[in-house]
Protein backbone atom coordinates (compact mmCIF):
# COMPACT_ATOMS: atom_id res chain seq x y z
CA UNK A 1 0.00 0.00 0.00
CA UNK A 2 1.08 3.22 -1.13
CA UNK A 3 0.37 6.45 1.48
CA UNK A 4 -0.61 9.42 -1.16
CA UNK A 5 -1.75 12.79 -0.76
CA UNK A 6 -3.66 14.59 -3.99
CA UNK A 7 -3.47 18.23 -4.93
CA UNK A 8 -3.66 20.70 -7.32
CA UNK A 9 -2.21 24.21 -8.39
CA UNK A 10 -5.27 26.10 -10.18
CA UNK A 11 -6.58 22.56 -11.47
CA UNK A 12 -3.58 21.36 -12.06
CA UNK A 13 -3.75 18.28 -10.24
CA UNK A 14 -0.72 15.39 -8.98
CA UNK A 15 -0.63 12.29 -6.88
CA UNK A 16 1.87 13.40 -4.07
CA UNK A 17 3.94 10.90 -2.20
CA UNK A 18 7.05 10.50 0.35
CA UNK A 19 9.79 8.76 -0.20
CA UNK A 20 12.85 10.42 1.68
CA UNK A 21 15.25 7.59 1.50
CA UNK A 22 14.41 6.63 -1.68
CA UNK A 23 13.31 3.23 -1.49
CA UNK A 24 10.44 3.31 -3.67
CA UNK A 25 11.46 2.71 -7.41
CA UNK A 26 7.71 2.58 -8.99
CA UNK A 27 7.81 1.74 -12.57
CA UNK A 28 6.50 3.46 -15.21
CA UNK A 29 2.99 0.96 -15.32
CA UNK A 30 2.35 1.68 -11.67
CA UNK A 31 3.09 5.61 -12.04
CA UNK A 32 0.61 5.53 -15.24
CA UNK A 33 -1.69 3.87 -12.37
CA UNK A 34 -1.74 6.48 -9.69
CA UNK A 35 -2.50 9.07 -12.99
CA UNK A 36 -5.27 7.11 -14.42
CA UNK A 37 -8.48 9.13 -13.59
CA UNK A 38 -10.54 5.95 -13.46
CA UNK A 39 -8.86 3.06 -12.62
CA UNK A 40 -6.72 5.01 -10.44
CA UNK A 41 -6.32 8.55 -8.43
CA UNK A 42 -5.66 10.41 -11.19
CA UNK A 43 -3.40 13.15 -12.14
CA UNK A 44 -1.74 15.07 -14.38
CA UNK A 45 1.25 13.96 -13.10
CA UNK A 46 3.16 12.49 -9.66
CA UNK A 47 5.44 14.35 -7.04
CA UNK A 48 7.89 11.90 -5.14
CA UNK A 49 9.31 13.66 -2.29
CA UNK A 50 12.75 12.31 -1.93
CA UNK A 51 15.96 13.42 -0.56
CA UNK A 52 19.05 14.90 -3.37
CA UNK A 53 21.52 12.29 -1.84
CA UNK A 54 19.64 9.66 -3.14
CA UNK A 55 19.19 10.46 -6.77
CA UNK A 56 21.87 9.77 -9.64
CA UNK A 57 22.92 12.77 -10.59
CA UNK A 58 21.60 15.23 -7.45
CA UNK A 59 23.74 14.02 -4.76
CA UNK A 60 25.20 17.13 -4.15
CA UNK A 61 22.34 18.36 -3.02
CA UNK A 62 22.95 16.19 -0.25
CA UNK A 63 19.24 16.55 1.83
CA UNK A 64 18.13 18.86 -0.08
CA UNK A 65 14.25 18.17 -0.52
CA UNK A 66 14.16 16.69 -4.33
CA UNK A 67 10.87 17.19 -6.15
CA UNK A 68 10.74 13.89 -8.61
CA UNK A 69 8.02 14.76 -11.20
CA UNK A 70 6.22 12.34 -14.12
CA UNK A 71 4.38 13.37 -16.46
CA UNK A 72 0.64 11.10 -16.27
CA UNK A 73 2.36 9.27 -19.17
CA UNK A 74 5.40 8.61 -16.97
CA UNK A 75 7.99 10.46 -18.75
CA UNK A 76 10.33 12.83 -17.03
CA UNK A 77 10.09 16.51 -16.92
CA UNK A 78 12.44 19.01 -16.07
CA UNK A 79 10.04 21.36 -14.41
CA UNK A 80 6.37 21.87 -12.96
CA UNK A 81 5.41 25.47 -11.62
CA UNK A 82 2.10 24.53 -10.06
CA UNK A 83 3.48 21.14 -9.27
CA UNK A 84 6.35 22.50 -7.44
CA UNK A 85 3.85 24.67 -5.20
CA UNK A 86 2.04 21.81 -4.46
CA UNK A 87 5.36 19.90 -3.49
CA UNK A 88 5.50 22.58 -1.03
CA UNK A 89 2.27 22.26 0.32
CA UNK A 90 2.52 18.67 1.00
CA UNK A 91 6.06 18.83 2.45
CA UNK A 92 4.42 21.12 5.03
CA UNK A 93 1.68 19.52 6.04
CA UNK A 94 3.47 16.24 5.97
CA UNK A 95 5.64 18.13 8.45
CA UNK A 96 8.67 17.75 6.88
CA UNK A 97 9.33 21.44 6.45
CA UNK A 98 8.28 24.18 8.81
CA UNK A 99 7.14 27.17 6.68
CA UNK A 100 10.04 29.00 6.78
CA UNK A 101 11.40 29.76 3.32
CA UNK A 102 13.08 26.70 1.73
CA UNK A 103 15.04 25.72 -1.49
CA UNK A 104 13.98 22.95 -3.78
CA UNK A 105 16.36 20.73 -5.41
CA UNK A 106 14.68 19.57 -9.12
CA UNK A 107 15.91 18.69 -12.57
CA UNK A 108 15.83 22.52 -13.92
CA UNK A 109 18.18 23.57 -10.90
CA UNK A 110 17.63 24.40 -7.06
CA UNK A 111 14.42 26.61 -6.87
CA UNK A 112 13.26 28.68 -4.14
CA UNK A 113 10.00 28.67 -2.34
CA UNK A 114 8.28 30.81 0.32
CA UNK A 115 4.65 30.61 2.21
CA UNK A 116 3.15 33.87 1.96
CA UNK A 117 0.52 34.98 4.51
CA UNK A 118 -2.64 35.16 2.51
CA UNK A 119 -1.99 31.37 2.08
CA UNK A 120 -0.32 31.82 -1.72
CA UNK A 121 2.82 30.16 -2.46
CA UNK A 122 5.28 31.93 -4.26
CA UNK A 123 8.52 30.11 -6.52
CA UNK A 124 11.37 31.16 -7.81
CA UNK A 125 11.71 29.66 -12.03
CA UNK A 126 14.81 30.49 -12.70
CA UNK A 127 15.95 32.66 -15.52
CA UNK A 128 14.06 31.92 -19.02
CA UNK A 129 15.07 32.89 -21.75
CA UNK A 130 13.37 33.22 -25.59
CA UNK A 131 14.51 33.11 -29.08
CA UNK A 132 15.34 35.71 -31.34
CA UNK A 133 13.76 33.47 -33.95
CA UNK A 134 10.48 31.97 -34.08
CA UNK A 135 9.17 28.88 -35.08
CA UNK A 136 6.14 27.03 -37.11
CA UNK A 137 3.26 25.86 -34.83
CA UNK A 138 -0.17 24.20 -36.33
CA UNK A 139 -3.40 22.93 -34.66
CA UNK A 140 -6.84 22.60 -36.02
CA UNK A 141 -5.43 22.50 -39.60
CA UNK A 142 -4.07 26.42 -38.40
CA UNK A 143 -0.52 27.67 -38.76
CA UNK A 144 0.80 29.79 -36.40
CA UNK A 145 3.88 31.73 -35.44
CA UNK A 146 5.58 30.94 -32.15
CA UNK A 147 8.12 32.26 -29.49
CA UNK A 148 10.65 29.00 -28.51
CA UNK A 149 11.17 29.88 -24.75
CA UNK A 150 12.99 27.84 -22.08
CA UNK A 151 11.34 27.81 -18.90
CA UNK A 152 13.72 25.16 -17.76
CA UNK A 153 11.84 22.66 -19.98
CA UNK A 154 10.67 23.81 -23.57
CA UNK A 155 7.77 25.70 -24.67
CA UNK A 156 6.30 26.95 -28.13
CA UNK A 157 3.82 30.23 -27.05
CA UNK A 158 1.54 31.45 -29.66
CA UNK A 159 0.37 35.12 -28.67
CA UNK A 160 -3.37 35.01 -30.55
CA UNK A 161 -5.44 38.64 -31.50
CA UNK A 162 -8.11 39.03 -28.75
CA UNK A 163 -11.32 36.33 -29.29
CA UNK A 164 -8.98 33.81 -31.25
CA UNK A 165 -8.29 31.41 -27.82
CA UNK A 166 -11.61 29.46 -27.52
CA UNK A 167 -11.73 28.45 -30.89
CA UNK A 168 -8.11 26.81 -30.88
CA UNK A 169 -8.46 23.10 -31.44
CA UNK A 170 -6.46 20.96 -28.70
CA UNK A 171 -8.03 17.90 -29.13
CA UNK A 172 -4.47 17.10 -30.43
CA UNK A 173 -1.13 17.60 -29.90
CA UNK A 174 0.21 20.71 -31.81
CA UNK A 175 2.75 20.04 -34.26
CA UNK A 176 5.81 21.71 -34.06
CA UNK A 177 9.26 21.14 -35.41
CA UNK A 178 11.04 18.43 -33.53
CA UNK A 179 14.31 19.37 -34.82
CA UNK A 180 13.76 22.64 -32.30
CA UNK A 181 12.12 20.50 -29.91
CA UNK A 182 13.43 17.09 -30.19
CA UNK A 183 12.20 15.90 -26.01
CA UNK A 184 8.31 17.24 -27.14
CA UNK A 185 7.42 20.54 -26.50
CA UNK A 186 4.53 22.41 -24.29
CA UNK A 187 2.41 24.57 -26.23
CA UNK A 188 0.77 27.65 -25.05
CA UNK A 189 -2.10 30.05 -26.85
CA UNK A 190 -2.03 33.23 -25.32
CA UNK A 191 -5.05 36.00 -25.81
CA UNK A 192 -4.36 39.44 -24.42
CA UNK A 193 -6.89 40.69 -21.72
CA UNK A 194 -5.70 44.16 -20.73
CA UNK A 195 -2.25 45.86 -20.04
CA UNK A 196 -0.04 43.33 -18.29
CA UNK A 197 -3.38 40.76 -18.15
CA UNK A 198 -3.37 37.44 -20.25
CA UNK A 199 -5.67 34.24 -21.10
CA UNK A 200 -3.82 30.99 -21.93
CA UNK A 201 -4.58 27.58 -22.59
CA UNK A 202 -1.57 24.74 -22.26
CA UNK A 203 -0.97 21.32 -24.13
CA UNK A 204 1.35 20.03 -22.26
CA UNK A 205 3.72 17.27 -23.59
CA UNK A 206 2.81 13.23 -22.05
CA UNK A 207 -0.49 15.02 -20.86
CA UNK A 208 -2.80 16.82 -23.28
CA UNK A 209 -4.79 19.70 -22.25
CA UNK A 210 -4.84 20.69 -18.79
CA UNK A 211 -6.53 23.15 -16.39
CA UNK A 212 -3.03 25.08 -16.08
CA UNK A 213 0.94 24.77 -16.13
CA UNK A 214 3.25 26.56 -13.99
CA UNK A 215 6.02 26.67 -16.35
CA UNK A 216 3.83 27.23 -19.27
CA UNK A 217 2.04 30.47 -17.12
CA UNK A 218 5.86 31.90 -17.05
CA UNK A 219 6.32 30.98 -20.66
CA UNK A 220 3.17 32.64 -21.68
CA UNK A 221 3.93 36.28 -19.72
CA UNK A 222 7.71 36.23 -21.21
CA UNK A 223 6.11 35.75 -24.85
CA UNK A 224 2.93 38.26 -24.29
CA UNK A 225 5.82 40.91 -22.72
CA UNK A 226 8.26 40.32 -25.81
CA UNK A 227 5.24 40.93 -27.90
CA UNK A 228 4.46 44.46 -26.76
CA UNK A 229 8.55 44.98 -26.42
CA UNK A 230 8.65 44.43 -23.29
CA UNK A 231 10.96 42.03 -20.74
CA UNK A 232 10.10 42.74 -17.58
CA UNK A 233 7.24 43.20 -14.94
CA UNK A 234 4.02 42.08 -13.03
CA UNK A 235 1.76 40.05 -15.10
CA UNK A 236 -1.30 38.30 -14.75
CA UNK A 237 -2.01 34.80 -16.22
CA UNK A 238 -5.38 33.47 -16.59
CA UNK A 239 -5.13 29.73 -17.42
CA UNK A 240 -9.02 27.77 -17.55
CA UNK A 241 -7.93 27.12 -13.74
CA UNK A 242 -7.53 30.28 -12.00
CA UNK A 243 -5.36 32.55 -11.93
CA UNK A 244 -1.65 33.07 -11.59
CA UNK A 245 1.15 36.32 -11.38
CA UNK A 246 4.32 36.49 -12.79
CA UNK A 247 6.82 38.65 -11.98
CA UNK A 248 9.61 38.87 -14.29
CA UNK A 249 12.85 40.29 -13.18
CA UNK A 250 16.30 40.59 -14.96
CA UNK A 251 18.07 37.31 -13.32
CA UNK A 252 14.88 35.63 -12.30
CA UNK A 253 11.09 34.85 -12.64
CA UNK A 254 8.71 33.86 -10.01
CA UNK A 255 5.55 32.55 -9.68
CA UNK A 256 2.90 32.88 -7.42
CA UNK A 257 -0.43 31.14 -7.08
CA UNK A 258 -2.62 28.48 -4.50
CA UNK A 259 -1.86 24.95 -3.95
CA UNK A 260 -4.28 22.94 -2.30
CA UNK A 261 -4.36 19.86 -0.46
CA UNK A 262 -7.62 17.91 -1.10
CA UNK A 263 -7.52 14.25 -0.09
CA UNK A 264 -5.13 11.65 1.88
CA UNK A 265 -5.38 7.96 1.84
CA UNK A 266 -3.56 4.88 0.25
CA UNK A 267 -3.64 3.09 -2.55
CA UNK A 268 -3.03 -0.68 -3.73
CA UNK A 269 -0.23 -0.91 -6.01
Known amino acids: ML ?5 HGTLNDFV ?4 PEGRL ?6 LRYLCDRRAGIGGDGTLRA ?10 RYGDTWFMDYRNADASIAEMCGNGLRVFLRHLLEEHLIDGQP ?3 ATRAGLLHGEFLPDGEIRISMGRPTIAEAQVRVTAGGRAFAAAVVDVGNPHAAVVL ?3 ELD ?4 DHEPGYPHEVYPNRANVEFIEPVGPHHVRMRVWERGVGETFSCGTGTVATALAAAASVGECEGRWRVDPPGGSLWVDLTPHQAYLTGPAVIVARGKVKL
Open 167 to 170: GIDL
Open 3 to 7: AFAKG
Open 50 to 59: VRARHVPGYE
Open 16 to 19: CFSD
Open 25 to 30: QLTDDQ
Open 161 to 163: APG
Open 102 to 104: VDI
